[in-house]
Protein backbone atom coordinates (compact mmCIF):
# COMPACT_ATOMS: atom_id res chain seq x y z
CA UNK A 1 0.00 0.00 0.00
CA UNK A 2 1.87 3.64 -1.19
CA UNK A 3 1.71 6.38 0.77
CA UNK A 4 -0.04 8.36 -1.26
CA UNK A 5 -3.16 6.04 -0.55
CA UNK A 6 -2.59 6.12 2.82
CA UNK A 7 -2.73 9.95 3.44
CA UNK A 8 -5.73 9.79 1.22
CA UNK A 9 -8.03 7.93 3.30
CA UNK A 10 -6.40 9.18 7.02
CA UNK A 11 -7.81 11.26 9.08
CA UNK A 12 -4.21 12.05 11.42
CA UNK A 13 -3.81 15.56 12.80
CA UNK A 14 -8.15 16.06 12.48
CA UNK A 15 -10.28 16.93 15.03
CA UNK A 16 -13.82 15.32 14.48
CA UNK A 17 -16.85 16.23 16.33
CA UNK A 18 -19.87 13.63 16.66
CA UNK A 19 -23.49 14.80 18.03
CA UNK A 20 -25.24 11.51 19.14
CA UNK A 21 -21.84 10.17 19.88
CA UNK A 22 -22.80 8.03 22.29
CA UNK A 23 -24.34 4.79 21.36
CA UNK A 24 -25.83 3.36 18.01
CA UNK A 25 -24.14 4.93 14.54
CA UNK A 26 -22.81 7.91 16.54
CA UNK A 27 -20.47 6.09 18.69
CA UNK A 28 -19.36 3.73 15.32
CA UNK A 29 -18.51 6.65 13.58
CA UNK A 30 -16.90 8.09 16.01
CA UNK A 31 -14.88 5.21 16.37
CA UNK A 32 -14.15 4.44 12.56
CA UNK A 33 -12.71 7.90 12.40
CA UNK A 34 -10.57 7.63 15.62
CA UNK A 35 -9.26 4.07 13.89
CA UNK A 36 -8.26 6.28 11.29
CA UNK A 37 -6.29 8.75 12.98
CA UNK A 38 -8.98 11.39 14.03
CA UNK A 39 -9.21 12.66 17.53
CA UNK A 40 -12.52 12.58 18.44
CA UNK A 41 -15.37 14.50 20.55
CA UNK A 42 -18.53 13.05 21.37
CA UNK A 43 -21.54 15.21 22.19
CA UNK A 44 -25.11 14.00 23.65
CA UNK A 45 -27.29 14.69 26.27
CA UNK A 46 -26.33 11.92 28.30
CA UNK A 47 -22.89 12.32 30.27
CA UNK A 48 -23.01 8.52 31.21
CA UNK A 49 -23.26 6.99 28.05
CA UNK A 50 -21.01 9.31 26.33
CA UNK A 51 -18.34 8.42 28.97
CA UNK A 52 -18.71 4.48 28.25
CA UNK A 53 -18.73 5.12 24.64
CA UNK A 54 -15.75 7.30 25.05
CA UNK A 55 -13.85 3.79 27.13
CA UNK A 56 -14.51 2.07 23.97
CA UNK A 57 -12.71 4.43 21.37
CA UNK A 58 -9.20 5.19 22.79
CA UNK A 59 -8.36 9.35 23.14
CA UNK A 60 -12.27 10.24 22.92
CA UNK A 61 -13.30 13.29 24.51
CA UNK A 62 -17.33 14.16 25.64
CA UNK A 63 -19.24 17.43 26.05
CA UNK A 64 -22.70 17.23 27.49
CA UNK A 65 -24.76 19.05 25.01
CA UNK A 66 -28.38 18.73 24.54
CA UNK A 67 -29.47 19.51 21.27
CA UNK A 68 -32.86 20.49 21.71
CA UNK A 69 -32.15 23.32 23.42
CA UNK A 70 -31.87 25.80 20.52
CA UNK A 71 -31.17 28.81 22.96
CA UNK A 72 -27.96 27.79 24.25
CA UNK A 73 -26.35 26.26 21.13
CA UNK A 74 -24.20 28.97 19.94
CA UNK A 75 -22.44 29.25 23.23
CA UNK A 76 -22.13 25.23 23.39
CA UNK A 77 -20.31 25.22 20.35
CA UNK A 78 -18.30 28.16 21.06
CA UNK A 79 -17.39 26.93 24.51
CA UNK A 80 -16.30 23.27 22.92
CA UNK A 81 -14.52 25.46 20.03
CA UNK A 82 -12.25 27.02 22.63
CA UNK A 83 -11.98 24.04 25.05
CA UNK A 84 -10.55 21.69 22.03
CA UNK A 85 -9.96 24.42 18.67
CA UNK A 86 -10.59 23.96 14.98
CA UNK A 87 -12.94 21.06 14.48
CA UNK A 88 -11.91 19.72 11.25
CA UNK A 89 -15.21 17.31 10.92
CA UNK A 90 -18.59 18.13 12.08
CA UNK A 91 -20.63 14.94 12.14
CA UNK A 92 -24.55 16.24 12.75
CA UNK A 93 -26.00 13.06 14.18
CA UNK A 94 -27.91 13.94 17.45
CA UNK A 95 -31.64 12.41 16.99
CA UNK A 96 -34.90 11.76 18.23
CA UNK A 97 -38.51 10.14 17.65
CA UNK A 98 -42.15 10.49 18.15
CA UNK A 99 -43.40 7.47 16.71
CA UNK A 100 -47.64 7.99 16.36
CA UNK A 101 -50.29 8.02 13.88
CA UNK A 102 -50.26 11.51 12.06
CA UNK A 103 -53.96 12.02 13.38
CA UNK A 104 -52.65 11.67 16.94
CA UNK A 105 -49.69 13.74 15.96
CA UNK A 106 -49.64 17.17 17.51
CA UNK A 107 -47.46 20.34 16.38
CA UNK A 108 -45.46 19.52 19.79
CA UNK A 109 -44.55 16.46 18.61
CA UNK A 110 -43.27 17.47 15.44
CA UNK A 111 -41.62 20.47 16.76
CA UNK A 112 -39.71 18.35 19.35
CA UNK A 113 -38.18 16.27 16.73
CA UNK A 114 -37.53 18.51 14.41
CA UNK A 115 -35.26 20.77 16.69
CA UNK A 116 -32.72 18.86 17.30
CA UNK A 117 -32.39 16.85 14.01
CA UNK A 118 -32.96 20.02 12.23
CA UNK A 119 -32.89 23.59 13.71
CA UNK A 120 -30.49 22.33 16.79
CA UNK A 121 -28.15 20.72 13.96
CA UNK A 122 -27.99 23.98 12.20
CA UNK A 123 -27.64 26.31 15.66
CA UNK A 124 -25.09 24.49 16.65
CA UNK A 125 -23.25 23.90 13.05
CA UNK A 126 -23.04 27.59 12.85
CA UNK A 127 -20.34 28.45 15.05
CA UNK A 128 -18.11 25.65 14.17
CA UNK A 129 -19.09 26.18 10.28
CA UNK A 130 -17.66 29.64 10.56
CA UNK A 131 -14.40 29.00 12.21
CA UNK A 132 -13.94 26.41 9.35
CA UNK A 133 -14.23 28.72 6.94
CA UNK A 134 -12.06 31.29 8.32
CA UNK A 135 -9.23 28.71 9.23
CA UNK A 136 -8.88 26.68 5.61
CA UNK A 137 -11.83 24.62 5.37
CA UNK A 138 -13.72 21.64 6.71
CA UNK A 139 -15.67 18.64 6.45
CA UNK A 140 -19.62 19.10 7.51
CA UNK A 141 -21.39 15.53 7.94
CA UNK A 142 -25.22 15.00 8.39
CA UNK A 143 -27.28 12.24 8.96
CA UNK A 144 -30.37 11.60 6.79
CA UNK A 145 -32.33 8.47 6.53
CA UNK A 146 -34.54 6.41 4.25
CA UNK A 147 -37.50 8.70 5.40
CA UNK A 148 -35.61 11.40 3.61
CA UNK A 149 -36.62 9.35 0.51
CA UNK A 150 -39.32 6.53 0.77
CA UNK A 151 -42.73 6.74 2.97
CA UNK A 152 -42.71 5.32 6.55
CA UNK A 153 -46.11 5.08 8.57
CA UNK A 154 -46.18 6.88 12.02
CA UNK A 155 -43.25 9.05 12.00
CA UNK A 156 -43.99 12.23 10.15
CA UNK A 157 -41.84 14.99 12.63
CA UNK A 158 -38.85 12.70 11.73
CA UNK A 159 -39.61 12.09 7.97
CA UNK A 160 -39.98 15.93 7.63
CA UNK A 161 -36.95 17.00 9.47
CA UNK A 162 -34.63 13.93 7.64
CA UNK A 163 -36.27 15.04 4.56
CA UNK A 164 -35.10 18.69 5.15
CA UNK A 165 -31.45 17.76 5.68
CA UNK A 166 -30.97 16.75 1.98
CA UNK A 167 -31.90 20.58 1.11
CA UNK A 168 -29.50 21.54 3.91
CA UNK A 169 -26.28 19.64 2.64
CA UNK A 170 -27.23 21.17 -0.49
CA UNK A 171 -27.64 25.01 0.39
CA UNK A 172 -24.86 24.52 3.10
CA UNK A 173 -22.75 22.95 0.02
CA UNK A 174 -22.92 26.02 -2.22
CA UNK A 175 -22.65 28.33 0.52
CA UNK A 176 -19.69 27.48 1.63
CA UNK A 177 -17.48 25.42 -1.15
CA UNK A 178 -15.39 28.73 -1.77
CA UNK A 179 -14.18 28.52 1.85
CA UNK A 180 -13.25 24.64 1.46
CA UNK A 181 -15.77 23.62 3.52
CA UNK A 182 -17.29 19.79 2.14
CA UNK A 183 -20.73 19.43 3.13
CA UNK A 184 -22.72 15.69 2.66
CA UNK A 185 -24.81 13.68 4.09
CA UNK A 186 -25.34 9.77 4.96
CA UNK A 187 -28.45 8.21 4.36
CA UNK A 188 -28.38 4.75 6.40
CA UNK A 189 -30.68 1.77 5.91
CA UNK A 190 -31.60 -0.96 7.87
CA UNK A 191 -28.54 -0.81 9.93
CA UNK A 192 -28.21 -3.70 13.04
CA UNK A 193 -28.17 -1.14 16.07
CA UNK A 194 -30.42 -1.99 19.23
CA UNK A 195 -32.82 0.42 17.86
CA UNK A 196 -33.33 -1.66 14.61
CA UNK A 197 -33.37 -4.67 16.99
CA UNK A 198 -36.03 -3.34 19.31
CA UNK A 199 -38.30 -2.00 15.92
CA UNK A 200 -38.13 -5.35 14.21
CA UNK A 201 -38.00 -8.01 17.25
CA UNK A 202 -41.27 -8.76 17.79
CA UNK A 203 -42.44 -7.74 14.20
CA UNK A 204 -41.59 -10.54 11.96
CA UNK A 205 -43.41 -9.10 9.25
CA UNK A 206 -41.72 -5.86 9.56
CA UNK A 207 -38.23 -6.85 9.09
CA UNK A 208 -39.39 -9.69 6.11
CA UNK A 209 -40.53 -6.53 4.76
CA UNK A 210 -37.39 -4.49 5.65
CA UNK A 211 -35.15 -7.31 3.85
CA UNK A 212 -37.12 -7.59 0.47
CA UNK A 213 -36.46 -4.56 -0.52
CA UNK A 214 -32.71 -4.97 0.22
CA UNK A 215 -30.92 -5.83 -2.72
CA UNK A 216 -27.89 -7.52 -0.88
CA UNK A 217 -30.26 -9.77 1.30
CA UNK A 218 -28.51 -8.54 4.91
CA UNK A 219 -29.22 -6.02 7.70
CA UNK A 220 -26.21 -3.52 7.18
CA UNK A 221 -23.70 -3.20 10.12
CA UNK A 222 -22.62 -0.25 11.99
CA UNK A 223 -19.26 -0.21 10.50
CA UNK A 224 -20.65 0.02 7.25
CA UNK A 225 -21.70 3.48 7.97
CA UNK A 226 -18.63 4.55 10.11
CA UNK A 227 -16.04 3.77 6.70
CA UNK A 228 -18.61 5.62 4.71
CA UNK A 229 -18.42 9.15 7.34
CA UNK A 230 -14.62 8.32 7.70
CA UNK A 231 -14.37 8.84 3.53
CA UNK A 232 -16.42 11.55 3.49
CA UNK A 233 -14.31 13.39 5.47
CA UNK A 234 -11.24 12.38 4.34
CA UNK A 235 -9.17 13.70 1.36
CA UNK A 236 -10.44 10.71 -0.95
CA UNK A 237 -13.41 12.95 -0.95
CA UNK A 238 -12.11 16.23 -1.34
CA UNK A 239 -14.09 17.12 -4.65
CA UNK A 240 -16.93 15.27 -3.49
CA UNK A 241 -19.82 18.25 -1.94
CA UNK A 242 -23.80 19.15 -1.74
CA UNK A 243 -24.12 14.91 -1.67
CA UNK A 244 -26.27 12.21 -0.07
CA UNK A 245 -24.97 8.64 0.24
CA UNK A 246 -27.82 6.17 0.83
CA UNK A 247 -25.81 3.24 2.61
CA UNK A 248 -28.75 0.85 2.18
CA UNK A 249 -27.41 -2.62 0.57
CA UNK A 250 -29.14 -1.18 -2.71
CA UNK A 251 -33.02 -1.00 -0.62
CA UNK A 252 -33.38 2.85 -2.36
CA UNK A 253 -32.79 1.34 -5.92
CA UNK A 254 -34.50 -2.40 -4.89
CA UNK A 255 -37.74 -3.24 -6.22
Known amino acids: MNDSFKRAFSLEGKRALVTGGGSGLGEAMAAAMAAAGAEVILVG ?4 LLEQAAGRIPGAKVATVDLADIAALDAAAKSILERHGKIDILVNNAGNTIRKPFLETTHQDIDAVVDVHLRGALEFSRPIIAR ?5 GGAVIFTASMASYMGLPYVMG ?5 TALLGVVRALSAEFAGQNVRVNGIAPGWIDTPLYRGATGADPARKAKALGRIQMGRIGEVEDVGWTCV ?4 DAAAYITGQTVAVDGGALAGF
Open 132 to 136: QAETG
Open 158 to 162: YTVAK
Open 45 to 48: RRRD
Open 231 to 234: FLAS
